[in-house]
DNA sequence: ACGGTGACGAGAT
DNA sequence: TATCTCGCCACCG
């Protein structure tokens, strides 16, 4: 079973300039059909210590409602420090994503 | 204890 | 390409 702490445990260990997806952290975590869970706990997450900004959809979409300023602060945040942003705003997976062996090794 | 609530994702239209 | 639908399940009151 997954759990929040599981999740927050996982995402923090996502380096700076680097991003997964909602999806894969599931899967990393062995629940693959589980993605909106790890939605549902970065979106209540309180705690600044975990870079919530690095988690995007699979297609590279930032997140709507991202806390205090939406998408356009996750935006920010990630091209601060260094993401490969496309004209579109989203993240370019094929940098800036970690593999799914990638994340489960860290 | 039980049901509403999502920052998902894939498939259908 | 843009929307829509639906399965999914931990959390909280």
């Not at 923090?12 to 997806?21: E, K």
């Not at 589980?34 to 590279?60: F, I, M, T, Y």
Request: glycine share 10%; with cysteine; proline share 4%.
């Amino acid at each position: 079973m997954m759990r929040f702490r599981d999740v927050y445990r996982l995402v923090r260990q996502i380096p700076r300039g680097r991003v997964a997806s909602y999806g894969r952290i599931a899967a990393a975590l062995g629940e693959p059909r589980q993605a909106r869970v790890v939605g549902w706990a970065l979106h209540v997450n309180k705690d600044s210590g975990v870079p919530c900004h690095r988690v995007v959809a699979e297609d590279g979409r930032l997140a709507d409602s991202f806390a205090h300023g939406g998408r356009e602060a996750q935006y920010h945040l990630l091209q601060a420090e260094g993401a490969t942003l496309l004209d579109d705003g989203r993240v370019d997976l094929e940098r800036s994503g970690l593999s799914l062996p990638d994340l489960e090794a860290i």
